[in-house]
């Protein structure tokens, strides 16, 4: 079965960085694309970028646009986002989601399997 | 930038049918996804490309669309179905995925 294991959240403070992984297993990880998504406890979803099956391409939301990476490793079946110059408004709990199948049918930016999530909070 | 609309909450007796609307431009060209999101728990994803539903999800859940607004409906409503929904998108304009603000679900 799909499972999805985000890990690397914690406590840092503003200005420092964090690296989130998520570790896939049970499919193709290098057909789909992946996404990172984050959300304040109560709030609503909030996305933060997605990548390409391949790597080749990668979009971010304006909020962490030149702050944030997303990368993936295909040859481990691992996701990550590395996030610098973190700010207070980026505590949030952090999902990473499997999106569609490069080579299937179907909308490519849905997000069909989530993670657990991993907690970031950035405070002084 | 784009915008999806949601109400904020939809309140509905057990066993009867809710509707949660969601509003955005130009709906025509954009496929619409559907989450659940229980408390404490990650979103499922319960409608994708408009109307279809990923396997496991009853078939109590169903999506529809038409001119600026998508829908998704919950026939027969029960008390396990109370959630958080969102919608989602991909805006090819800015290159984004884009949510909606999510809708509250009340069973009564």
């Known amino acids: 079965q799909v499972q999805l294991v985000e890990s690397g959240g914690g406590v840092v403070q503003p200005g420092t960085s964090l690296r989130l992984s998520c570790a896939a297993s049970g499919f193709t990880f290098r057909n789909h694309a992946m996404q990172w998504v984050r959300q304040i406890p109560g709030k609503g979803l909030d996305w933060v970028a997605v990548i390409w099956h391949d790597g080749n391409n990668k979009d971010y939301a304006d909020s962490v646009k030149g702050r944030f990476t997303i990368s993936r490793d295909n040859s481990e079946d691992t996701l990550y986002l590395q996030m610098d110059s973190l700010r207070v408004e980026d505590t949030a709990l952090y999902f990473c989601?499997?999106?569609?199948?490069?080579?299937?049918?179907?909308?490519?930016?849905?997000?069909?399997?989530w993670g657990q999530g991993t907690l970031v909070t950035v405070t002084s | 930038s784009y915008v999806l609309i949601q109400t904020p909450s939809v309140s509905v007796a057990p066993g009867q049918t809710a509707a949660i609307p969601c509003g955005g431009n130009n709906f025509a060209m954009k496929s619409v996804e559907w989450y659940q999101q229980r408390p404490g728990q990650a979103p499922v994803l319960v409608v994708h490309?408009?109307?279809n539903r990923p396997s496991g999800i009853p078939e109590r859940f169903s999506g529809s669309k038409s001119g600026n607004t998508a829908t998704l409906t919950i026939s027969r409503v029960e008390a396990g179905d109370e959630a958080d929904y969102y919608c989602?998108?991909?805006?090819?304009?800015?290159?984004?995925?884009?949510f909606g603000g999510g809708t509250k679900l009340t069973v009564l």
């Open positions: 989602q998108v991909w805006d090819s304009g800015s290159d984004q995925v884009i």
């Open positions: 989601a499997r999106g569609g199948n490069y080579y299937g049918s179907g909308s490519y930016y849905r997000m069909d399997h």
């Open positions: 490309d408009d109307i």
